[in-house]
């Protein structure tokens, strides 16, 4: 007789009841796994939130701290010989500078009295060779990359050329400061500027404060004026758009020194025109006086309004326009010996030669009426 065969059953480990150890194990790993997962998150978000914070970090910290560093290498390098590279014709005090960056051809010192109050610029200026000017837009003078850029000269500069405007432009990242050429006690504070170059030293009085579209200053005069007429008509729109009067005359002997704020659609320029041979150059700031607004919005404005004038009426620009007979622009004879002085000083000079020779001519008269 055959046995049934009865197969014996176990209980699965999934029917299975845990015991209190085995739960409270799989309560650590769960509770574990857990607090991985947040910390992972919490380490995620944090390295997000880092990464957000560093572009402005970089930007509004980093950069302007690396530029003020560079900048302030340069300060200490200006007046040093350096390695010897740069031609012994050449000023050399450029020396140290030109082994950094070859393209360096001008320094540039705009300084108040009171620097604290008002400005203090020192600054290498390059003239684009190796580089063009767009590279210095947005590099050091190091050629770092850097929104700062370094100071370039927008033409050839020429500091001894008459009727001749060199050009200094950067953006208000290193330029700011001249924003403040726009107030009268500003001006009073630094009327000047000195700029040295390779080949010559010269310091400039301010003539005026313009503000200029972008379009103007791509399109400023920034090589020599063909003809005398050009110059004097390029002066005396600046003269009637300035913020400032400052009191300072330009004749067709002197050369031009325009320094340009890049400050977006409200560029700054602040025109001057470089101290004579023989001329003092402190300046008498108590001529000059702040206008109420830029007498012309663009050189547009102005040749339109002097146009208008002379079509419509027989009236000048002088005779209608506050402020604009304060002329900035005076004529020198060439047949004069001596063109350092103004045109006014000179005339004061040939009187009082006439004067005295006058005066010579007084005893011989005096003798012959006792006679």
Same mark, same amino acid.
């Given at each position: 007789?055959?046995?049934?065969?009865?197969?014996?059953? +176990?209980?699965?480990?999934?029917?299975?009841?845990?015991?209190?150890?085995?739960?409270?194990?799989?309560?650590?790993?769960?509770?574990?796994?857990?607090?991985?997962?947040?910390?992972?998150?919490?380490?995620?978000?944090?390295?997000?939130?880092?990464?957000?914070?560093? $572009?402005?970090?970089?930007?509004?910290?980093?950069?302007?701290?690396?530029?003020?560093?560079?900048?302030?290498?340069?300060?200490?390098?200006?007046?040093?010989?350096?390695?010897?590279?740069?031609?012994?014709?050449?000023?050399?005090?450029?020396?140290?500078?030109?082994?950094?960056?070859?393209? $360096?051809?001008?320094?540039?010192?705009?300084?108040?009295?009171?620097?604290?109050?008002?400005?203090?610029?020192?600054? /290498?200026?390059?003239?684009?060779?190796?580089?063009?000017?767009?590279?210095?837009?947005?590099?050091?003078? %190091?050629?770092? @990359?850097?929104?700062?850029?370094?100071?370039?000269?927008? %033409?050839?500069?020429?500091?001894?050329?008459?009727?001749?405007?060199? $050009?200094?432009?950067?953006?208000?990242?290193?330029?700011?400061?001249?924003?403040?050429?726009?107030?009268?006690?500003?001006?009073?504070?630094?009327?000047?500027?000195?700029?040295?170059?390779?080949?010559?030293?010269?310091?400039?009085?301010?003539?005026?404060?313009?503000?200029?579209?972008?379009?103007?200053?791509?399109?400023?005069?920034?090589?020599?004026?063909?003809?005398?007429?050009?110059?004097?008509?390029?002066?005396?729109?600046?003269?009637?758009?300035?913020?400032?009067?400052?009191?300072?005359?330009?004749?067709?002997?002197?050369?031009?020194?325009?320094?340009?704020?890049?400050?977006?659609?409200?560029?700054?320029?602040?025109?001057?025109?470089?101290?004579?041979?023989?001329?003092?150059?402190?300046?008498?700031? @108590?001529?000059?006086?702040?206008?109420?607004?830029?007498?012309?919005?663009?050189?547009?404005?102005?040749?339109?309004?002097?146009?208008?004038?002379?079509?419509? +009426?027989?009236? +000048?620009?002088?005779? +209608?326009?506050?402020?604009?007979?304060?002329?900035?622009?005076?004529?020198?004879?060439?047949?004069?010996?001596?063109?350092?002085?103004?045109?006014?000083?000179?005339?004061?000079?040939?009187?009082?030669?006439? @004067?005295?020779?006058?005066?010579?001519?007084? /005893?011989?008269?005096?003798?012959?009426?006792?006679?």
């Amino acid at each position: 007789m055959e046995q049934e065969f009865t197969p014996i059953t +176990t209980q699965s480990d999934n029917d299975r009841k845990l015991s209190p150890k085995e739960l409270r194990k799989v309560r650590r790993h769960s509770v574990k796994a857990r607090r991985r997962r947040k910390r992972i998150i919490s380490w995620f978000l944090i390295l997000v939130l880092l990464a957000v914070a560093a $572009v402005p970090a970089y930007r509004h910290l980093y950069q302007p701290w690396r530029a003020e560093s560079v900048y302030n290498t340069t300060r200490n390098l200006y007046g040093q010989v350096g390695s010897g590279k740069l031609s012994k014709e050449y000023n050399e005090y450029f020396g140290a500078l030109y082994d950094m960056n070859p393209d $360096v051809y001008g320094w540039l010192i705009v300084s108040s009295d009171q620097p604290e109050n008002g400005i203090d610029l020192h600054l /290498p200026v390059v003239q684009p060779k190796k580089h063009d000017t767009a590279f210095y837009q947005t590099h050091l003078f %190091n050629e770092e @990359s850097n929104p700062y850029g370094t100071p370039y000269f927008m %033409n050839e500069c020429q500091t001894d050329q008459a009727m001749y405007n060199t $050009v200094v432009c950067a953006n208000q990242l290193l330029f700011g400061d001249l924003l403040g050429y726009r107030e009268l006690d500003f001006y009073k504070n630094a009327p000047t500027m000195f700029m040295d170059t390779l080949t010559d030293t010269v310091i400039y009085k301010i003539v005026a404060v313009v503000e200029l579209s972008d379009t103007e200053v791509a399109e400023l005069p920034n090589n020599g004026f063909e003809t005398e007429t050009a110059f004097e008509t390029f002066i005396t729109q600046m003269g009637y758009r300035s913020l400032l009067y400052t009191g300072v005359k330009v004749n067709q002997f002197d050369s031009l020194l325009t320094v340009v704020c890049d400050n977006g659609p409200a560029n700054l320029a602040v025109i001057s025109r470089a101290v004579r041979p023989d001329e003092e150059y402190t300046v008498d700031t @108590s001529k000059a006086y702040k206008k109420n607004m830029g007498l012309f919005d663009s050189m547009t404005d102005w040749v339109e309004t002097v146009t208008d004038l002379e079509t419509d +009426t027989d009236l +000048t620009v002088e005779e +209608t326009v506050p402020g604009s007979s304060d002329q900035i622009f005076e004529t020198v004879d060439p047949s004069l010996p001596e063109q350092e002085g103004s045109s006014q000083e000179i005339t004061d000079e040939n009187n009082e030669d006439d @004067s005295a020779n006058q005066e010579d001519s007084n /005893p011989d008269e005096e003798s012959s009426d006792k006679e």
